[in-house]
Structure formats: C-alpha cells, structure tokens
C-alpha cells in the first residue's frame, strides 16, 4: 500500500518543471491529483497524461490564482471531483528571468508588473490557502506546502517584486501554521534554489550575463525538480506529522551564505 492511497493533493502551477514533477510524484504514492496552471493549459494537460500513463488519476482545472473567483472555484471542483483536500501544494508563481519577466531596478520598474508578481506570488498564495483551509477545517486535517525560493532570503539586484512576494510568503506560511495548528492542519514552506528544467532557470541561462550556478551554489550543482519534489511529499506525509510553520531551504546549501 502507497502512503497516499485515497488521499488527494492539489498543485497549482504544475504545468511544468518542480510543479509537474510533484503532481506525478504524488500519484505515484496513491494520490488522486488535481492538476492547476493559470496560462499553460497545454502543459497542464500534459501533466495530467503523464500521470494517467504510469496508472495514476489526475484531472485539469485552468485558474489564475490570483483571482478569488477561480481560486474557490478549483477547489470547489476538487471537492466535487474527489470528496475531499489531504494535500495542496501552493507552487504557482511567476519571476525575473530576462525573458518573461525583465530584470529592472526599482526606478524603473513597471508597476504594472510589480502588481502583478505580488499578486500571483503572494497574493495567490494566500487566497490558494484561504479557500484550501476551509475546506480542510470541516475534515479536520490537511497538509499545505508553498513554494518560496531562495530568494525570499537573498537579496539579487533587479528582483525586487520577486524578493518582496517571496520573502512575505515566509512569515505568511508560519502565521498560518500557528492559526492552524491545533486544527489538524500543518503549512510549511519550501524554499527552492537554483533548480534545473525550470522555465525561470531555463530562461536566466539564455540572459547574456546569467549567474554561474555551480559556483554560487555549495553543492557545486543546481537542483533537480525530484529533490524539491521530493521535500514536499516528505512534508505531507505522516513523517513529517510534527512539523509546522517550517521554512525549508532545498538550495545546495546557497543560503548559507
């Protein structure tokens, strides 16, 4: 027997990269998978095929989670579809890669596009949780991870937005732990570093003066998305039933430093 045989998690921005990996690593140990991204619906479409080809079941919901109407409208599908929240892994987020989003300085920088990377990296997160933990209120348990980075504790030139959203998503992750944990509900926060088959990390190593992430990082490697995948499954699971309010760094030791 899997260790999350008739249980159910919920991912969001798992169209791709750390967010894919984790959806399939969760049907892998039993989980019935809802599967969420706000603009790649072809990726989220593959992830769940991916899924349904190893024998695992997974269904798609489009959100943008920064919008409260969508946010309660994937988890009221996930209730209907399956009866039940266990797991939500709070993943969706957008940042600086020179590609999709510039790297600018503050003087220069866009308030439209800070707005909008508040408002899915924070923002999002909080209404994911919001609507998450109602749901897990009436069962009397869950197990909720979100996705900061590294970044939310290292300060890079030209990040700020992306810096701002990560770092509150800490403290917003462990006032929620305390709210909730003597509710049967656990929320803890992993913190990614540099991580390999990323669209952010695929996009900064087409930048003209992209990082040398071998050097920065003390492991002499970037991540895998299975190694932060890996960490979530581990946070959810009942190994991990006496940790709350944790801020996990999976960053070859980068924030050491």
């Known amino acids: 027997m899997r260790q999350f045989d008739g249980k159910v998690a919920l991912i969001t921005g798992a169209a791709t990269g750390i967010g894919r990996v984790t959806a399939q690593m969760f049907a892998r140990e039993g989980a019935r998978v809802v599967v969420t991204t706000g603009s790649n619906v072809k990726g989220g479409e ?21 919008k409260a109407d969508q946010v309660e409208a994937m988890v009221k599908t996930s209730i209907e579809a399956y009866g039940r929240l266990d797991f939500a892994f709070n993943n969706a987020g957008i940042g600086p890669d020179g590609k999709r989003v510039p790297i600018v300085e503050i003087a220069n920088y866009p308030e439209d596009l800070w707005n909008r990377m508040i408002d899915i990296n924070l923002t999002g997160v909080f209404l994911c949780m919001k609507y998450e933990i109602r749901q897990m209120l009436k069962q009397g348990f869950g197990a909720i991870v979100n996705t900061s980075s590294v970044g939310g504790l290292k300060v890079v030139p030209g990040f ?17 732990a305390l709210e909730y944990a003597k509710k049967g509900i656990r929320i803890n926060v992993v913190l990614p570093g540099p991580t390999g088959g990323t669209l952010l990390m695929d996009n900064l190593l087409n930048t003209e003066d992209h990082p040398n992430f071998e050097t920065a990082v003390p492991i002499g490697r970037v991540a895998n998305p299975e190694e ?19 801020a996990l760094p999976v960053d070859g030791g980068l924030s050491c430093y």
Do not use: N
């Open 46 to 66: 593959e992830t769940v095929e991916l899924i349904k080809a190893e024998g695992g079941e997974a269904i798609f919901f489009q959100c943008d989670v920064s």
């Open 160 to 176: 700020s937005p992306y810096t701002a959203s990560k770092s509150g998503l800490i403290y917003l992750t462990k006032v929620a």
């Open 228 to 246: 932060c995948g890996a960490s979530v499954i581990w946070l959810c699971s009942d190994a991990a039933s006496f940790v709350t309010g944790v």
